[in-house]
């Protein structure tokens, strides 16, 4: 791991693409906004991001989008719209593609409200950039982030619907792998109990610390 929490990337250059496009529809307010370590949701999510050091960071805003630029710290991030958020979060990830730098390399996929991705997680999926979509496996099952490789962009710029990505990591068509980490699934926020989940954790951490 490099200093500071930042991960090493080698030559390889690599960008984040952050999903924050979502409705909220089963919490009933913009989970993006919600309040999380003296600021939103997002922002702690994007603080974690940043101090990976990758090259690049875009983030796909859809539900709430003008109260998220209003409210969130979007610094050294690319924004983009996802017109097409409510038919699922592949809508978002072809939004991305067309802002990720020509140079990349490939990216990695991080969900907008999953605020606790480890540095040593990260670095560890970068161990499978070789392969065309690597994928955590954590202790309680395999979740994000996602690796993508270049080659793998014209497949994704035609998927469809929500868990589409999933479908591409096991259709075979790709190689793939999955990185065991000894740690669980980061918490993440869909409904109100998620969230309760998640101040609950952080308020456990506050006090062991």
């Given at each position: 791991m490099g200093e500071a929490g930042f991960?090493?990337?080698?030559?390889?250059r690599v960008a984040a693409v952050v999903?924050?496009?979502g409705s909220s529809r089963r919490l009933g307010e913009p989970k993006q906004l919600l309040?999380?370590?003296?600021?939103?949701?997002?922002?702690?999510?994007?603080?974690r991001v940043r101090s990976f050091g990758l090259s690049q960071t875009i983030v796909?805003?859809?539900?709430?989008?003008?109260?998220?630029?209003?409210?969130?710290?979007?610094?050294?991030?690319?924004?983009?719209?996802?017109?097409?958020?409510?038919e699922g979060c592949s809508s978002s990830i072809?939004?991305?593609?067309?802002?990720?730098?020509?140079?990349?390399?490939?990216f990695l996929l991080f969900l907008g409200d999953q605020p606790d991705v480890?540095?040593?997680?990260?670095?560890?999926?970068?161990t499978a950039t070789a392969t065309e979509i690597?994928?955590?496996?954590?202790?309680?099952?395999?979740?994000?982030?996602?690796?993508?490789a270049r080659s793998v962009f014209d497949a994704l710029?035609?998927?469809?619907?929500?868990?589409?990505?999933?479908k591409l990591l096991e259709s075979g068509l790709f190689e793939s792998a999955t990185v065991a980490v000894d740690a669980d699934v980061p918490l993440d926020v869909d409904t109100r109990d998620d969230y309760d989940r998640l101040l609950a954790a952080e308020a456990l951490r506050s006090d062991v610390s």
């Open positions: 991960v090493e990337t080698g030559d390889l999903l924050a496009a309040p999380f370590r003296g600021a939103t949701l997002l922002d702690a999510t994007l603080d796909a805003l859809g539900g709430a989008a003008p109260e998220v630029r209003e409210t969130v710290d979007l610094t050294g991030c690319c924004v983009v719209d996802s017109v097409h958020h409510t072809v939004a991305a593609l067309a802002a990720i730098d020509a140079a990349a390399d490939g480890g540095s040593s997680t990260v670095e560890a999926l970068l690597a994928v955590v496996g954590y202790r309680n099952g395999a979740g994000h982030p996602f690796w993508f710029r035609g998927l469809h619907g929500d868990k589409a990505v999933w």
